[in-house]
């Protein structure tokens, strides 16, 4: 018998896996039991059969599992089909690209905003492992009443972000909200957490119309005072 892989090369990113799928014909005499195996794998590499024994004439998916720490590089792996009256060796290879991996950090990793005002800090990005990538950001976590945006909002890692967190007046004071702002790429996925602390914002009081310096003079000042909402009252003393 004889054996073939359609595709006759795999290609898998590290932490991946792929497929392959085998084929065996008899070339004479009557069919027989194949048993499969392979050697030649990377370091941290694995190859699996689906169904690892079969007749000759039949076929059989192998899949080729690897680490986060396989070696990348191109490898000559060999398959081997063992008979009851012979064996068919067959040399096929296998390319293991490196992952695309990065980091994200925020720069301050802290913000303190009064109600209804705003604060911002710097998302960057890394690359770790392999090449770059777009990664688009997104913020979880904020307290009622408060949002957050990104200039830009998606970025090749590398780069860096603003981003701008606004309050409302009605935000909840608070020194312990845990922000989560998350890049997503197409082979990985990160966090980055950030410390915001919400002040409330301070009451106001002024002299709107001092009395004048002089004796016998009856005036009375008025003054104004400016609540938290925008809200702004007036009374005399």
């Given at each position: 018998f004889?054996?073939?892989?359609s595709?006759?090369g795999?290609?898998?990113m590290?932490g991946?896996?792929?497929?392959?799928a085998?084929?065996?014909?008899a070339t004479?005499g009557?069919?027989?039991?194949?048993?499969?195996?392979?050697s030649?794998l990377?370091?941290g590499a694995?190859a699996?059969?689906s169904?690892?024994a079969?007749q000759s004439?039949?076929?059989?998916?192998?899949t080729?599992s690897?680490t986060p720490?396989t070696p990348?590089?191109?490898?000559t792996v060999?398959?081997?089909g063992t008979?009851?009256s012979?064996?068919?060796y067959m040399?096929?290879?296998?390319?293991?690209?490196?992952?695309?991996d990065?980091?994200?950090?925020?720069?301050?990793?802290?913000?303190n905003v009064?109600?209804?005002?705003?604060?911002?800090?710097t998302?960057?990005?890394?690359?770790t492992?392999?090449?770059?990538q777009?990664?688009s950001l997104t913020a979880?976590?904020?307290?009622?009443?408060?949002?957050?945006?990104?200039?830009?909002?998606?970025?090749?890692?590398g780069?860096?972000s603003?981003m701008?967190?606004r309050?409302?007046?009605?935000?909840?004071?608070?020194?312990?909200?845990a922000?989560?702002?998350?890049a997503?790429g197409?082979?990985?996925?990160h966090?980055?957490v950030?410390?915001?602390?919400v002040?409330p914002a301070?009451?106001?009081?002024?002299v709107v119309?001092?009395p004048?310096?002089?004796?016998g003079v009856?005036?009375?000042p008025?003054y104004l005072?400016?609540?938290?909402?925008?809200?702004i009252?007036?009374?005399?003393?």
């Open positions: 004889t054996m073939s892989a595709p006759s795999v290609s898998v590290q991946k896996s792929r497929t392959t085998l084929s065996t014909q004479s009557a069919s027989q039991a194949v048993g499969l195996s392979v030649g990377p370091t694995t699996s059969f169904p690892a079969i004439g039949q076929g059989s998916t192998m080729i690897t720490s990348a590089g191109t490898y060999n398959v081997k008979g009851t012979t064996s068919y040399s096929m290879s296998l390319t293991v690209s490196a992952h695309n990065f980091s994200l950090a925020s720069n301050p990793n802290s913000l009064l109600q209804g005002q705003s604060g911002t800090t998302i960057s990005s890394a690359v492992n392999g090449s770059g777009t990664v979880s976590g904020l307290p009622s009443g408060a949002t957050a945006s990104f200039s830009p909002s998606s970025l090749a890692v780069a860096s603003t701008t967190i309050t409302s007046p009605s935000t909840p004071g608070g020194d312990d909200y922000v989560y702002v998350t997503t197409l082979t990985a996925t966090s980055t950030i410390s915001l602390g002040d301070p009451i106001g009081i002024g119309n001092p004048p310096i002089g004796i009856d005036a009375r008025s005072m400016a609540a938290t909402d925008g809200g009252f007036n009374f005399e003393m």
